[in-house]
């Protein structure tokens, strides 16, 4: 038998993550910073919904020095741009001489991306991505990162990029980079999440924001503070459905959303309508996603509401169908054992 081969070059198995969706149980934006960003008091939770991120370190590849991204499923846009690769990169700058076979810069990487979760759909399926390449090329370049350094690169890369680092629901704070990880949800419950094809960029709706008075709501951040307590000391997937009513209101950017996708209104009217059940909104949107008991209720609204769509009860914003699927809330225990 040969021995291990430590040279991470030599590697023939490439380095897999999936990559979670999240979700804003709540939103509240408590202010505006100096640097135009905004400063939030949100819960964060991890979804079952992931795209799928693989990393090979030289296979296949001799003589190309470049990273490379192929990307299947949901059109994100030219490789280039792609937050994975901006990610790779920035983990190479951080590592420098320190991995497995320096002192010389880390090797290129071939990385391919299955795309399932929507793109600028407030789902941070970008961020997550970016994160999963962060943590994917330092197990493939056999190299480690100061916890500090981890989380400042990550901050860099996109305000939501910590939270998918720490992994787990958690109360996210600052711009985004203040994570404190919320230990005490103990069952997950299913989600619905529909996304209606009509495109809504992060920076408009915090624009439109800023141009409503820029204030958050009391009652968002109380809200917020009040679920991040609860999740820190207990609760089901029972608790968290009851509170389902207070939550989908509590999202500082559903009017300004609602300014730039006017369409958004009555279509979480007639979604709410046709489910029985309060509707919320993730981040700045578009995706409406509304809480049940299982993941098996969860599929079974899904059916409904693809069948509404297509037969015309509920019609949906947008040239094409709503993206519809049910997954459920990871929690921290899961998503160790899923990812
Ligand atoms: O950090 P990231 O590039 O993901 O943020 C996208 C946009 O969202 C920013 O350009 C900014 O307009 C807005 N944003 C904000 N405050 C935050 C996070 C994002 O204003 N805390």
Do not use: C
């Not at 720490?166 to 980079?177: I, K, N, T, W």
């Amino acid at each position: 038998m040969s021995a291990p081969i430590a040279d991470p070059t030599r590697r023939l198995t490439p380095v897999v993550r999936l990559a979670p969706a999240k979700l804003n149980l709540t939103l509240a934006v408590v202010g505006r910073r100096p640097d135009g960003y905004h400063q939030l008091h949100s819960v964060f939770v991890p979804l079952g919904l992931a795209d799928r991120l693989s990393l090979s370190v030289g296979v296949g590849q001799a003589g190309v020095d470049r990273d490379s991204l192929h990307v299947a499923g949901f059109d994100a846009g030219p490789p280039e741009g792609n937050l994975v690769l901006r990610a790779i990169a920035a983990t190479r700058v951080a590592v420098g001489g320190g991995w497995a076979g320096g002192p010389g810069p880390a090797p290129a990487l071939a990385a391919r991306l299955e795309k399932r979760i929507p793109v600028a759909a407030g789902l941070a399926g970008g961020s997550s991505d970016a994160a999963a390449a962060m943590d994917g090329s330092l197990e493939a370049w056999g190299a480690e990162l100061d916890p500090d350094v981890r989380r400042a690169t990550a901050a860099r890369l996109g305000s939501d990029v910590p939270f998918f680092l720490a992994g787990g629901p958690a109360l996210v704070e600052g711009r985004g980079e203040v994570v404190a990880p919320l230990h005490g949800l103990h069952t997950g419950p299913g989600v619905l999440l529909v996304t209606p094809a009509v495109p809504l960029s992060t920076p408009e709706v915090f624009a439109v924001f800023d141009g409503l008075g820029g204030h958050g709501n009391g009652s968002t951040r109380m809200s917020s503070a009040h679920l991040a307590e609860e999740l820190r000391s207990g609760l089901t997937a029972a608790d968290l459905v009851a509170r389902a009513g207070v939550l989908t209101v509590a999202n500082d950017l559903l009017q300004a959303a609602f300014v730039v996708v006017p369409a958004l209104v009555p279509f979480r009217r007639a979604l709410s309508r046709l489910l029985a059940r309060p509707i919320g909104l993730s981040g700045s949107g578009p995706t409406l996603w509304a809480l049940y008991p299982s993941k098996a209720e969860a599929a079974a609204a899904a059916d409904l509401v693809q069948v509404s769509v297509g037969d015309g009860r509920l019609p949906a914003p947008g040239s094409n169908a709503p993206f519809v699927t049910a997954t459920t809330i990871l929690t921290g225990r899961q998503q160790e054992r899923e990812l």
